[in-house]
């Protein structure tokens, strides 16, 4: 039997109960390792890390704790070629997806190292000016933010088991709260690992950071008033989490990261043949297939003019039949595998639901698989979609098939356009792709309502911008409406989630005091 990985709860290694879970390899089948958090004392360890962990955080300035997310950081770093066995034996993915995974990872939480830094040697914040009150400036307020009393559980999706860590726990470390990770079970071996190197330095404080592996049951009613939950995954369990009693009664404050139907629009300014044309030909395709297509952020929908919609589908569908899929640890595969065979029967189900509504432009079962068997393999092959009639296709706005599928989409005029893109109800990002920075810029905030997140290509950047769907600490991630309404990152925006504002009414003298 393989092994079973322990969870780190109440400052102590614990193993569960139970048998566990086993973890798989997507590609060749083999079990890897286990999980199981049965039995688990789960009050007694969020107390821990309320009582212990968090006091010894608060104790704390910014620029002290700024200095443990960078020793993190160098242990992470020391650890990168195991990471990268993990990836490619759990996840699937070659060595170019690993590295936005974890090299992505290390790279956020250096970032909330630096920006810690500059915080200084507080373990609070101002907010704004102090402001009269009446008639003598005597007597004023001055908003302050402290760090909240409560645990940071975190409840985080299969495809980004490293980045989805620590995107989420460098801020809340930073902030002053403990962290609670609950890794998705497909994958969490290598959060389980990235923890495990963490803890056994010696880092942070007892309680800081914890991880429970296997089932999520109990949880959340684990959780009290000042703790606050942040999840990434699927708009049902979305739902769940925010009428669970914890949330509806206890007012635990909630960040949703969903589904999210995201959209790549060309402009008309933007003809065949031109710069601006190619790049989101190869932002399409990068998007499918990078992680196989399994990112929050990853293009769903193409818009293109009406009049470029055959040069469209055949420059994408060119640039996808050059990508080899199979074995991640073949040198000649580009993309691997969906993580599961689960996810495998949901791509291929999701498919075939869209192509109801839709026709096939490039079919990825044309992709023979490379040094992967495809009756054992979680395998598929990229698959562009199209729909001359955008209006009708309902489907392809109201659903997000999570792997290397994409549909495109022609439009008659701007106005089409934009309306289209909205039928997502609410996206965590699109791209806009065109010359001319005037309607550029009148897009973008046209959009930017629906949309956490716009990504702006033209031909002067054709070599700076940082891609559609890499997710940056310096921007905002999250979105609006069915991309779930939360905010993440954003620099040090993100700190507020886990900081509670208050207003202090007192005398000049006073409030000098905490401004010192």
């Known amino acids: 039997m393989t092994e079973l990985l322990s969870n780190f709860l109440a400052g102590q290694w614990q193993t569960g109960s139970g048998t566990g879970t086993a973890l798989f390899d997507p590609v060749l089948g083999t079990e890897l390792v286990r999980v199981d958090a049965t039995g688990l004392d789960l009050a007694a360890g969020f107390a821990f890390a309320r009582e212990q ?15 443990m997310l960078a020793a993190a950081v160098k242990v992470l770093q020391a ?79 299969f495809n980004f088991p490293a980045w989805g860590l620590w995107e989420k726990a460098a801020p809340a470390l930073l902030s002053g709260v403990p962290v609670i990770v609950k890794p998705a079970t497909a994958t969490a071996w290598l959060t ?15 309680g800081a950071l914890s991880v429970v592996c296997g089932s999520s049951a109990g949880l959340m009613d684990a959780l009290q008033t000042f703790d606050v939950v942040s999840f990434t995954g699927s708009a049902e ?18 960040n949703i990261e969903a589904d999210s139907v995201n959209s790549a629009l060309l402009l008309p300014d933007a003809a065949p043949g ?41 420059a994408i569908s060119a640039r996808l039949a050059k990508t080899t899929v199979g074995n991640p640890r073949n040198d000649a595969v580009r993309m691997g ?36 068997d495809p009756a054992i393999a979680c395998c598929v092959g990229p698959t562009l979609l199209g729909a001359r009639d955008a209006d009708g296709a309902d489907r392809v706005h109201d659903t997000e098939v999570f792997g290397p599928v994409a549909t ?22 699109a791209s806009l792709y065109g010359g001319d920075p005037a309607t550029l810029a009148t897009t973008a905030l046209q959009l930017a309502d629906s949309h956490g997140r716009v990504h702006v290509v ?50 000049t003298a006073v409030l000098a005091a905490l401004g010192s």
Do not use: W
């Open 53 to 67: 962990g968090g006091a010894a955080l608060r104790a704390l300035t910014y620029r002290e704790r700024a200095a």
């Open 79 to 157: 650890n990168r070629d195991a990471y990268y066995e993990i990836a490619t034996a759990n996840s699937g993915t070659v060595k170019n997806d690993s590295a936005v995974d974890i090299d992505g990872g290390i790279f956020t939480l250096g970032t909330y190292a630096k920006l810690g830094e500059t915080l200084g040697d507080r373990n609070y914040m101002l907010d704004g000016e102090a402001a009269r009150l009446g008639k003598d400036p005597l007597f004023q307020s001055q908003h302050v933010l402290v760090p909240t009393r409560g645990v940071a559980l975190f409840i985080n999706a």
């Open 192 to 206: 389980q690992r990235m923890v495990k190197d963490v803890v056994d330095a010696g880092i942070f404080p007892p």
């Open 237 to 254: 369990t979305a739902a769940v989490i925010r009428s669970h009693p914890a949330v509806a009664q206890r007012f635990v404050r909630v």
């Open 274 to 314: 031109s710069e601006a044309f190619d790049l989101l030909a190869k932002e399409v395709v990068r998007e499918m297939t990078v992680k196989s297509g399994q990112k929050c952020t990853a293009i769903r929908r193409i818009l293109v003019p009406e009049t470029s919609y055959d040069a469209a589908a055949q």
């Open 337 to 372: 595998a969906l993580v599961n065979r689960a996810q495998l029967a949901s791509v291929r189900e999701g498919l075939d639901y869209l192509k109801k509504q839709a026709d096939t432009l490039h079919d990825g079962a044309t992709h023979t698989l490379v040094d992967a």
């Open 408 to 429: 495109l989409l022609p439009y008659r005029d701007t106005a089409h356009a934009l309306a289209l893109v909205r039928r997502g109800q609410g996206s965590l990002v």
């Open 458 to 507: 033209s031909p002067d950047v054709a070599q700076l911008h940082t891609g559609h769907g890499n997710v940056m600490p310096q921007s905002l991630h999250g979105g609006p409406g069915r991309a779930g309404g939360g905010e993440e990152l954003g620099g040090l925006r993100a700190l507020g989630f886990y900081h509670r504002r208050s207003a202090v009414q007192a005398s």
